[in-house]
Structures are given as structure tokens and as C-alpha cells.
């Protein structure tokens, strides 16, 4: 009885860690998504907040009235991706990502959630907007770094539609306007029209 006592006892210890272990691999996997991007000189995903995105979704649909399609450069796990394209369901909702588990995790999740107007893509976000002009709207949120400030500038040379980044503004365009969300961070949605016709310099 004893030992019987002492065995169920030793397995009940031995699936608890090996809980454990499965948690700290997890934690391990979803750090490694923060720590290899800047690594790399790569900014670290940022999860955008609910209130931005109901702004974006707002200046989308005051702004950009075509069926173009909208881009998430640097999509991370989908928060922002997931709300556009559950307000613009008729159009096509781009998630660009460079770091695989993040978007592997938000393919998964499209799936469950049936988000069929998504399309997601390992690649440079601000070269397929260069690449695209399908895109009529895009949207960043990334720490204007020199790599990101490369991009940016390669981007505005041919983008032709509707940009919008949240709290990091353009260094070098003047947004036709600034919306404040809110919220804990004092987050901003800067709106820029890069349309040739409207493109403003700062």
C-alpha cells in the first residue's frame, strides 16, 4: 500500500515537471521572438492596443474608399490584422511578417477565427508595399530606426496611397492628421496621404 501510495505520488510529481517544462519552453520560444529580431537589428514586436486600432479602422473607412488592399507591415500575432479584417471584410487584409513563430501563430489563429481575407506573408512589409500598388492602405508601428528610416524612405518613393503609424511618426512627411487614443501610452495614429497629388514634406 505504501509503495502504491509512494508510485502515485512519484507520476503525479513527474507530469508536473513536465507541465513545467512545457511552460518554460513556451516562455522560452515567445522570448526567442523578441530577443532574434533584435539580434539582427530587426525591431521586436509590438502588440498594437484595441484603441489604435479602432482609429485606424475609423480613418480607413473616412479616408480610403477604394477596395485596394490594406497592409500590416510587421503583423506580429494579429491583433491588428484580425480587427481590419473583421471591419473590412470585402477586402483583402495583407499581414506581412519576418519572424516565423509570430506568424505561424497568427496563420493558426485565422484559421479558428475563419478569416479568409487574410494573407500572410514572410517578407519586408515596406518593400511589398514598393512592390504592390494593389495597396491602398498601410499601416506600421515600428521605432523609426536607420533601418526602418531606409525602408521608409524607399517606400515613399513609389507607395501611392494612405499611410498610417501608430505612435512613431514619419521623420520626413507631415500627416495630414494626428488622432490620440487614449490610452495608458498616450498612444497617436499619425495619418499621412502619400497619393502623388498630396504627398507634404515636413
Known amino acids: 500500500s505504501f509503495n502504491k501510495k509512494a508510485y502515485t505520488?512519484?507520476?503525479?510529481?513527474?507530469?508536473?515537471?513536465?507541465?513545467?517544462y512545457f511552460i518554460a519552453i513556451v516562455m522560452y520560444v515567445i522570448g526567442l521572438t523578441f530577443i532574434i529580431p533584435i539580434f539582427f537589428g530587426?525591431?521586436?514586436?509590438?502588440?498594437?492596443m484595441p484603441r489604435i486600432n479602432r482609429l485606424l479602422i475609423r480613418k480607413i473607412r473616412e479616408l480610403d474608399s477604394t477596395d485596394g488592399d490594406i497592409l500590416d507591415i510587421g503583423s506580429g500575432y494579429g491583433s491588428t490584422v484580425f480587427a481590419l479584417a473583421k471591419a473590412f471584410p470585402n477586402r483583402r487584409i495583407i499581414a506581412c511578417e519576418i519572424s516565423w513563430i509570430p506568424l505561424l501563430f497568427s496563420k493558426m489563429m485565422a484559421r479558428l477565427l475563419r478569416r479568409r481575407n487574410i494573407v500572410?506573408?514572410?517578407?519586408?512589409?515596406?518593400?511589398?508595399?514598393?512592390?504592390?500598388?494593389?495597396?491602398s492602405s498601410a499601416f506600421f508601428y515600428f521605432p523609426v530606426t536607420k533601418k526602418v528610416y531606409r525602408?521608409?524612405?524607399?517606400?515613399?518613393?513609389?507607395?501611392?496611397?494612405?499611410?498610417?503609424?501608430?505612435?512613431?511618426?514619419?521623420?520626413?512627411?507631415?500627416?495630414?492628421?494626428v488622432l490620440?487614443?487614449?490610452?495608458?501610452?498616450?498612444?497617436?495614429?499619425?495619418?499621412?496621404?502619400?497619393?502623388?497629388?498630396?504627398?507634404?514634406?515636413?
Do not use: C, W
Not at 9 to 20: C, G, I, N, R
Open 42 to 48: 530587426i525591431i521586436a514586436p509590438i502588440p498594437s
Open 120 to 135: 500572410f506573408l514572410h517578407t519586408d512589409g515596406f518593400a511589398y508595399a514598393t512592390d504592390n500598388p494593389k495597396v
Open 151 to 177: 525602408s521608409l524612405q524607399n517606400m515613399g518613393q513609389t507607395y501611392r496611397g494612405f499611410l498610417y503609424a501608430n505612435t512613431y511618426p514619419h521623420p520626413d512627411l507631415r500627416p495630414v492628421d
Open 9 to 20: 505520488y512519484l507520476k503525479s510529481e513527474a507530469k508536473m515537471q513536465l507541465f513545467l
Open 180 to 202: 490620440l487614443a487614449h490610452d495608458l501610452f498616450k498612444s497617436r495614429l499619425f495619418v499621412y496621404d502619400l497619393r502623388p497629388l498630396n504627398k507634404t514634406v515636413a
